[in-house]
């Protein structure tokens, strides 16, 4: 039996932010990468229930360009707990 998906979001295209729905038994941290591998937003999640919203919005603050994302879902040692794809719309 596969386990449950800890982090959840939908649906793509994205236009204006990405609400990611999480269910997580430890902190970790969300990255979310271009394709290129640049880091263009990151945060600290708490374990528990909640969500968690991107606003589009690179780590300069500029809007972040349509185009396809990657994510990771990270404990803080490294152990990777969830990962999956973004495609943003504008």
């Known amino acids: 039996m596969k386990p449950a998906v800890p982090v959840t979001h939908g649906p793509s295209p994205f236009r204006e932010a990405v609400h990611f729905h999480l269910d997580l038994d430890h902190p ?26 991107w606003n589009l919005t690179t780590l300069d603050g500029a809007p972040a360009p349509s185009g396809l994302y990657f994510y990771q879902v990270m404990l803080p040692g490294g152990g990777l707990l969830s990962e999956g794809r973004l495609v943003v719309l504008r």
């Not at 937003?41 to 919203?53: D, E, N, P, V, Y």
């Open 28 to 53: 970790a941290l969300l990255e979310v990468h271009t394709v290129t591998g640049k880091c263009i937003h990151w945060a600290a999640l708490s374990a528990g229930r909640g969500i968690h919203t």
